[in-house]
């Protein structure tokens, strides 16, 4: 790996946590456990029908007691405490995987399943247990929890942090992602236009593959800890 890398920004999609044992956000059936996207992540499901989104994501929320971290998140919870440039890692995730390997310096730009959104404040809060819809939030009291999951329609988390860490990278990387779910998607692009290496690793070619310099394919489990110990020496 080249001496000059001082900056990284790591994006991680579902694939990363497949190995952990989570569902990927889309089968290839088109399904997402066994329910349309549509249904359950919009913010039009989740006014048709609340009690289905709910109980959606209150069972993947229960999920994550099942899993652990595999070695790719250890591996880059293992590069988070070492590296001594800028270092951010982004993940299209909503997992606890990640900061439970250790990682700090993170973004999730799509929300997480621990945590509660209230719809008439924004405040959002730790939540572990289920989350019936009319939950009051404690901030301003209103009957308006919803899981803190951005929806198809809605913007990203930290965007314009993103933004800045990629236009300051030395090397963009992706790993476990589609290529095909947008803003994330173009990320590979911004990070080229800025002037950064570009890596994927994946298990398959993705939608973006040919944006990238190189594509490395296999299980992240095994394609991680060796990037992880080629830039850290």
């Given at each position: 790996?080249?001496?000059?890398?001082?900056n990284?920004?790591?994006l991680?999609g579902?694939?990363?946590?497949?190995?952990?044992?989570?569902?990927?956000?889309?089968?290839?059936?088109g399904?997402w456990e066994?329910?349309?996207v549509?249904?359950?992540?919009?913010?039009?499901?989740?006014?048709?029908?609340?009690?289905?989104?709910?109980?959606?994501?209150?069972?993947?929320?229960a999920?994550?007691?099942?899993?652990a971290?595999?070695?790719?998140?250890?591996?880059l919870?293992?590069?988070?405490?070492?590296?001594?440039?800028?270092l951010?890692?982004?993940?299209?995730?909503?997992?606890d995987?990640?900061?439970r390997?250790?990682?700090?310096?993170?973004?999730?730009?799509?929300?997480?399943?621990?945590?509660?959104?209230?719809?008439?404040?924004?405040?959002?809060v730790?939540?572990?247990?289920?989350?019936p819809?009319?939950?009051a939030?404690?901030?301003?009291?209103?009957?308006?929890?919803?899981?803190?999951i951005?929806?198809?329609?809605?913007?990203?988390?930290?965007?314009e942090?993103?933004?800045?860490?990629l236009?300051?990278?030395?090397?963009?990387?992706?790993?476990?992602?589609?290529?095909?779910?947008?803003?994330?998607a173009?990320?590979?692009?911004?990070?080229?236009?800025?002037?950064?290496r570009?890596?994927?690793?994946?298990?398959?070619?993705?939608?973006?593959?040919?944006?990238?310099?190189?594509?490395?394919?296999?299980?992240?489990?095994?394609?991680?800890?060796?990037?992880?110990?080629?830039?850290?020496?």
């Amino acid at each position: 790996m080249p001496t000059d890398i001082h900056n990284i920004v790591i994006l991680t999609g579902a694939g990363i946590s497949a190995e952990s044992g989570l569902a990927t956000f889309r089968g290839p059936d088109g399904l997402w456990e066994g329910h349309r996207v549509e249904d359950v992540c919009t913010p039009e499901a989740l006014a048709r029908n609340p009690a289905l989104v709910h109980r959606f994501y209150d069972e993947r929320r229960a999920k994550l007691a099942e899993v652990a971290p595999n070695p790719a998140h250890e591996a880059l919870a293992a590069l988070d405490r070492a590296w001594p440039g800028d270092l951010l890692i982004v993940t299209q995730n909503v997992d606890d995987l990640h900061e439970r390997a250790g990682a700090v310096r993170l973004l999730h730009m799509h929300g997480e399943l621990k945590s509660a959104l209230c719809a008439a404040c924004g405040k959002a809060v730790a939540w572990a247990d289920p989350l019936p819809p009319g939950s009051a939030c404690a901030g301003c009291g209103a009957p308006s929890l919803r899981p803190d999951i951005v929806f198809f329609g809605e913007m990203p988390y930290d965007m314009e942090w993103i933004e800045e860490a990629l236009a300051q990278a030395d090397l963009f990387v992706s790993i476990g992602t589609s290529g095909a779910v947008y803003p994330a998607a173009g990320f590979v692009q911004m990070a080229r236009h800025y002037g950064a290496r570009t890596l994927e690793l994946n298990l398959d070619p993705s939608a973006g593959s040919s944006y990238f310099e190189e594509s490395r394919l296999g299980p992240a489990s095994e394609l991680v800890p060796e990037l992880v110990r080629d830039l850290l020496g």
